[in-house]
């Protein structure tokens, strides 16, 4: 079974601090993605990497960074936290192969970040 | 911008009642997924369309993908209170050679017994 671990459940930070959340999956897939989450709106993709050293923006970059120095390893940077970035954080993974077309986004079980 | 709107955002039944959930887009994906999320945990797959016009049948969950792939529905019949949770629809586009997951604004489902 896959298993997508996010490294911490609840985050409280506090405005402008460096925020740093790390994600590590143990199946060997090259994509990887960061969504945050928020009521109203599902899930809004931030970033993706499709391959080690490879990051593709995805829909509300802003604000973010992200890093893929390994394959299983993937971390999403908030340089200056803001109070607009309180949310769930959602971390996926996904084989390569047919792609969505056959294979399901294993999930973490998110990291809810406070900033005050 | 919300590439893939769902509808309605909320929906609270009665056990046995049927439902239908909806999920629009103006973008051709070329599969869309269904996921259930419950709460403290990250979201399931349920099911994955891919041609157009076809229908997948989960026991009482039918899914269909609309014949031009831009939109999909969840029907549940005879709903059960195990069927409460966030269900989120997926589109995946490709992109560079490589795949773009992006998901609805989420349904979400409450079945009272």
């Known amino acids: 079974d896959v298993k997508v671990t996010q490294s911490s459940r609840y985050l409280v930070k506090r405005t402008g601090e460096k925020v740093f959340l790390e994600c590590v999956q143990d199946?060997?897939?090259?994509?990887m993605f960061w969504y945050r989450q928020d009521p109203g709106l599902g899930l809004r993709l931030i970033y993706f990497s499709y391959d080690v050293k490879m990051k593709e923006k995805g829909d509300i970059p802003e604000g973010y960074s992200v890093s893929r120095e390994k394959k299983e390893r993937f971390s999403l940077i908030l340089e200056s936290a803001s109070t607009n970035q309180t949310s769930m954080y959602l971390c996926?993974?996904?084989?390569?192969?047919?792609?969505?077309?056959?294979?399901?986004?294993?999930f973490g079980n998110g990291t809810r970040l406070t900033v005050t | 911008t919300q590439l893939l709107e769902q509808s309605p955002q909320f929906l609270s039944i009665q056990e046995g009642e049927n439902l239908t959930v909806y999920c629009n887009s103006s973008s051709v994906f070329s599969s869309l997924q269904w996921y259930r999320q419950e709460p403290g945990e990250g979201p399931v797959l349920l099911v994955t369309v891919v041609t157009g016009g076809e229908v997948k049948k989960l026991k009482r969950l039918t899914f269909q993908f609309g014949d031009a792939r831009k939109d999909s529905s969840l029907h549940i019949t005879a709903a059960q209170p195990g069927d409460t949770g966030l269900y989120l629809c997926?589109?995946?586009?490709?992109?560079?050679?490589?795949?773009?997951?992006?998901f609805g604004t989420g349904t979400k489902l409450q079945v009272i017994p």
């Open positions: 199946m060997d897939h090259e994509n």
């Open positions: 997926a589109g995946a586009l490709n992109s560079g050679g490589y795949q773009k997951v992006t």
């Open positions: 996926a993974s996904l084989g390569q192969g047919n792609g969505p077309n056959n294979s399901p986004l294993h």
